[in-house]
């Protein structure tokens, strides 16, 4: 069972959504040939922002043109169109699946059975609420989650800003100054933070130093325009800092050299705002850049918030959802957060605060939609707990018993869940499926009916999808207590829809049931649908959804460059499919290998081309061959088969363990590699040229051509079943002109059997060898004009006797291995190695074979044949053993 996770229902597929759905289909219809019923249930994600941000370009945002309510209708609507266009662009590709009931995250009975899920993962404790700084886009005006953000380079404004201390006598206390206050010159000694964000500073409320870092307590002398100050500056960043303020380190004066710690609580007063902060400790301050003095502001910042928690801090956050400051805050109520910026610093300027202010390139988080850069802000929100019933230790504990291939997905997942803080669930948005809880108004607490309310609640979107909650009156299900409780109008985080599709698909598709046999999607989704689909499952079982997870690289061009419009490096699937067709793309993904970035480009789709009708053409002449004959009545039993039939036969079946194996270990590249040699060196390379004499010349019926056809026919047989999960629509075509009765499709069948054979004396190995050498002689020969082609020579080789006794081992038959008019093996106890001597014949040539033979023209009845094709057309025909 692969669970398929569902690409987002908004625009045309790309080069990308083909990779995935190939792959997919490749492991899928391999596994039916196995013999397991490996039911494909393709899906799509059709809630969240990428389909309100369309909806919102056609319609503005809720309350423009439309109601809530229209906006809603218009997303399912809009979402549905979609799902039916990619649906038959993915079918388009080959791919096999349950299209007539694929699962949709907003059909009513998958959007009911997430509120269920969701009330047992209440129920088992891991939901709270609460006030924590997340990650939120100023455009989306919501939170996001943290796959929901990428990094790029940005240039912030940098600060160096000076708290002073409130009391100097503590500090001196502290420090144990020798002089006391005295010896700070009357200077009011100051910690100098250094932040990238200014804004943030209305909402400081503490300074963080290293307990274990060393600081120094620093004498500045006025110098130039630097004025004389008494800082406090971790001592490993003292010569950065001077560089940065304009001042000659070495003529400061050291007043002090103190740990971190000794100035935990000490008392500071806030650069503008009629506010005290104190210092306090984190392990979070380092030494990599600033003055080892943090700036903390519990409202803006994971590590502040979390510090914060410890020293009971305020999480004071004065930033409202549009990015502007509320009303009420001193000095930039009503700016937004850049335009506060430039006030701030001249409101430091003007109070003696600002060592220094400058540009700074730096990667910061943005949002993956709109690629604008985010804030942290804290908000009231929705949170699953990774440690409060468990959470992380269960996740941590069962990715260990999953198969990760690569092996490195287990390593990268395992440090995304040890170091991700909490999960905030909620979104402010409008298409989702809604938070269905009600919240007590006085004590902030849940209904205790909760579990019940929710039950209702899945009933009644079960009837009438998420629109049913939304316009739900709560006195409907709380009666008079409804004056009491709010309902919660905060829709789930979408990673929580496609999170609970293997929860919500098993309960209407119990065949999928759990966990799954496997995951496939993009290197991406460790962070992504791998993370929240654990999360969820450890949530609910305790154990992981599913039992491997392969992940694949994402598509470059051929010079290694992501794809791009700009740069005009984008191959769209659709125009390969009509130029080259599906089965070109679908080998360009199984010649590739998926664990590493994949180059695509027109020319390696060109070569790709070359690949496949290489392939094609091969299974055309087996086709073309194989006329006639009736596996039901002509097949030649093995120990009747002629010796080089009975080693092609023997080579398709090692060929065919080991692509079943790559099939079974997900290394299709490798398939593509052995079939593609297979085609051109063994088959076109060798045994389909000998045998042309067999077919072409012996009877029809003659077991020499019988022989040839049955290898022929298992060959095809073993060979259309590994082109099928790579060349599906070849693979079909191939099957519906194979002679024999057979299934109605290639897809309802298994692996072939290969026959078991007698064991074979010759040495084939050596017998290669030489017709490789042999042919270098031909070839030297045919550029010298001196033949035509290889049956206008005959060639002598001498050898010692015991390889002459090896080479020797088709007899007669070695001229039809060779495909020369005459050979022979001259044993020589004086050769030591081998010499081979290719002379042009002077032999005439027979019409029918095209072999130059002396016995041409010596019967009377065909004048013009040798005696084997006189033997052939009136006679009992030939007879051959070997070749």
Not at 137 to 146: G, I, K, T, W
Request: proline residues 5%.
């Amino acid at each position: 069972m692969l669970h398929d996770g569902p690409p987002y229902a908004n625009g045309t597929i790309h080069i990308g959504h083909a990779l995935n759905k190939i792959l997919k289909d490749i492991i899928v219809k391999s596994r039916t040939l196995d013999g397991f019923d490996a039911p494909y249930i393709p899906g799509w994600d059709c809630h969240g922002l990428p389909i309100e941000l369309a909806v919102e370009k056609k319609h503005g945002r809720p309350g423009a043109k439309l109601d809530v309510n229209g906006f809603r209708k218009a997303c399912r609507e809009f979402a549905a169109v979609q799902v039916a266009q990619q649906r038959e662009d993915f079918k388009r590709l080959g791919v096999l699946g349950d299209w007539d009931r694929p699962y949709r995250t907003m059909d009513f009975a998958f959007e009911a059975q997430q509120l269920r899920a969701f009330g047992r993962i209440v129920r088992n404790g891991h939901l709270y609420k609460g006030a924590k700084p997340v990650h939120w886009c100023l455009d989306c005006r919501s939170a996001l989650a943290e796959a929901e953000v990428e990094y790029e380079d940005k240039t912030s404004l940098a600060v160096d800003v000076a708290f002073a201390v409130k009391d100097s006598a503590d500090l001196s206390q502290r420090l144990q100054l020798s002089g006391g206050t005295a010896s700070l010159g009357g200077v009011v000694p100051a910690l100098v933070i250094w932040t990238t964000t200014p804004w943030t500073l209305p909402a400081n409320e503490a300074v963080a130093l290293g307990a274990d870092i060393d600081y120094v307590l620093l004498a500045i002398p006025t110098q130039g325009e630097f004025a004389a100050r008494t800082l406090v500056l971790a001592e490993a960043l003292v010569a950065a800092c001077a560089a940065r303020y304009g001042f000659d380190a070495t003529s400061a004066k050291v007043l002090a050299r103190f740990k971190g710690q000794l100035l935990e609580h000490l008392v500071l007063q806030h650069p503008f705002l009629e506010r005290e902060v104190r210092v306090i400790v984190g392990e979070h301050v380092t030494l990599e850049a600033g003055t080892g003095a943090v700036h903390t502001a519990p409202a803006h910042g994971q590590e502040d918030f979390a510090v914060g928690q410890r020293y009971g801090l305020p999480v004071n956050n004065p930033v409202g959802g549009d990015g502007k400051f509320l009303p009420g805050t001193p000095f930039v109520e009503g700016l937004k957060i850049d335009e506060a910026n430039p006030k701030l610093i001249d409101l430091l300027q003007s109070r003696g605060a600002l060592l220094r202010h400058a540009s700074y390139a730096h990667s910061y988080p943005h949002c993956w939609r709109h690629k604008s850069p985010v804030i942290f802000r804290a908000t009231p929100q929705w949170f699953i707990s990774m440690d409060r019933k468990g959470l992380r230790a269960h996740a941590l504990e069962d990715i260990r018993k999953v198969s990760w291939t690569p092996a490195w997905g287990e390593q990268r997942i395992t440090g995304m869940i040890e170091n991700r803080p909490d999960w905030c669930i909620s979104r402010q948005r409008t298409w989702g499926v809604p938070i269905p809880l009600f919240v007590h108004r006085v004590s902030g607490e849940l209904h205790p009916r909760t579990q019940e309310l929710i039950e209702q609640a899945a009933a009644r979107v079960e009837q009438g999808g998420i629109e049913a909650w939304f316009a739900l009156d709560p006195a409907e299900l709380l009666g008079a207590e409804a004056k009491d409780y709010d309902k919660v109008t905060d829709v789930m985080d979408v990673w929580a829809d496609s999170g609970l599709s293997f929860e919500c698909v098993a309960a209407q598709r119990p065949e999928l049931g759990g966990p799954v046999d496997l995951y496939l999607e993009g290197s991406d989704q460790h962070r992504g649908w791998f993370h929240s689909s654990l999360l969820m499952s450890e949530a609910l079982y305790e154990r992981a959804p599913y039992k491997g997870v392969l992940t694949h690289g994402f598509t470059v061009d051929d010079k290694g460059r992501k794809m791009s419009k700009s740069l005009g490096n984008v191959i769209d699937p659709h125009k390969v499919m009509q130029s080259l067709g599906a089965d070109v793309l679908r080998l360009w993904v199984s010649a590739t290998d998926y664990a590493n970035e994949m180059s695509v480009s027109e020319e390696i789709l060109k070569r790709t081309s070359d690949s496949y009708r290489r392939i094609r053409n091969t299974a055309r002449f087996l086709l073309g061959n194989l006329a006639g004959f009736d596996p039901a009545h002509d097949l030649v039993a093995p120990h009747e088969l002629v010796a080089l039939d009975r080693w092609a036969i023997g080579r398709a079946a090692a060929l065919h363990a080991e692509i079943v194996d790559a099939y079974r270990s997900y290394q299709f590249h490798l398939i593509y590699q052995k079939v593609h040699n297979f085609c051109v060196v063994d088959l076109g390379g060798c045994y389909l040229d000998v045998i042309k004499d067999r077919l072409y010349t012996t009877s029809s019926k003659s077991v020499a051509r019988r022989s040839a056809q049955t290898a022929m026919h298992h060959i095809a047989e073993a060979m259309v079943r590994w082109l099928a999960p790579i060349l599906s629509f070849t693979a079909e075509e191939i099957w519906q002109h194979l002679p024999g009765s057979r299934a109605a499709s290639v897809f309802h069948s298994v692996w072939h059997s290969l026959p078991g054979l007698p064991a074979d004396p010759i040495d084939w190995d050596a017998l290669l060898a030489l017709r490789g050498e042999v042919a270098r002689e031909l070839e030297r020969l045919r550029a010298a004009g001196e033949i035509g082609a290889p049956l206008e020579a005959e060639v002598e080789i001498r050898c010692a006797p015991a390889m002459a006794e090896r080479l020797s081992a088709l007899g007669t038959e070695l001229r039809f291995f060779l495909i020369t008019s005459a050979a022979s093996i001259v044993a020589d106890a004086n050769e030591a190695g081998m010499s081979i001597r290719v002379t042009p014949t002077g032999a005439p040539k027979c019409v029918r074979c095209w072999h130059r033979l002396p016995d041409v023209g010596t019967h009377a009845e065909h004048p013009e044949l040798c005696g084997r094709c006189v033997v052939n057309v009136d006679g009992p025909g030939e007879e051959r053993r070997h070749a």
